[in-house]
């Protein structure tokens, strides 16, 4: 084998251990970023589970249906889809889209919001009124900007510019197993007759003036903790993305050196020959 061929095998070799290194380095911040983002939906479950305990808890003294439990005489649904700003995390948002859109009313019975921008650049030209906001791409995802939203969407459903709306994302169910997920925001689930609490409560202020405030809150701590399952989920995903590369590098390393530890071989035993082949010539 040429010379040049043996250059080829080696600045392959250096580029795939360069390769490495990088998926190598990568799979370690995720996993850093994927310990941290658990401790955060740790403590955020139970807040969450919480304000659903307490908003069932008001929703059942009511003699009938609130507002907020009714569906509004709106044209369109609203669907909140969350997906990561960044890529080299598998399947986690190209998964999510597929899983979503067999699931979606048409165009003229539904808008997006579309927080997140691998979500957007997959779906920008699917037909449907898109809104956009690349909620993930900072470094951290600001209380603020998910208290914006939060407020917007309680508002958009409140005047009735939505007879639903959805959240759309994927949840953290543990290293290397993103799940799919909707969970309607709006109406508010009716309460079944096993959920309801049947103890009496003195409501101060009155009952109709507490949900109207607390419900805001609940929508905040839905969304928020829609928006650390998605980071959770991507910070997993991305781990065993980067670990899968790191182990197909490998496997290619085992290859390439075996070729080019063959082709060294072939091209000494060739020299060999050709020393050989002159030495016998000038005996002859």
Known sequence: MSSGKLRELRGRIR?????????RAMRMIAAVKLRKAQERLTRLRPYR????TLLQTLL???EEPHLYQQTPPAPKALYVILSSSRGLCGAFNSGLVRWVLPQ?????EADLLILGKKAYEILRRSGYAI???DLFGAKDIALGAVQEWSHWLYEAFRAQKYQAIYLVYNRFGGVGRSIPTKERLFPLLEVSVEQQDRRLWIHEPALPLLIEHFVPLYVE???WSAVQESVTAEHAARMVAMQAATDNAEELLRTLRLQYNK???????KELLEIVAG?????G
Do not use: D, G, H, W
Request: a negative charge.
């Open 279 to 283: 030495a016998e010539a000038l005996k």
């Open 15 to 23: 580029s795939i251990i360069s390769i490495q290194q990088t998926t």
């Open 221 to 223: 701590a839905v969304l």
């Open 263 to 269: 082709a060294r071989q072939a091209s000494i035993t």
């Open 104 to 108: 979606l009313p048409p165009p003229q």
């Open 60 to 62: 059942t003294q009511l």
């Open 131 to 133: 809104e956009y906001q």
């Open 49 to 52: 589970q919480q304000s659903e």
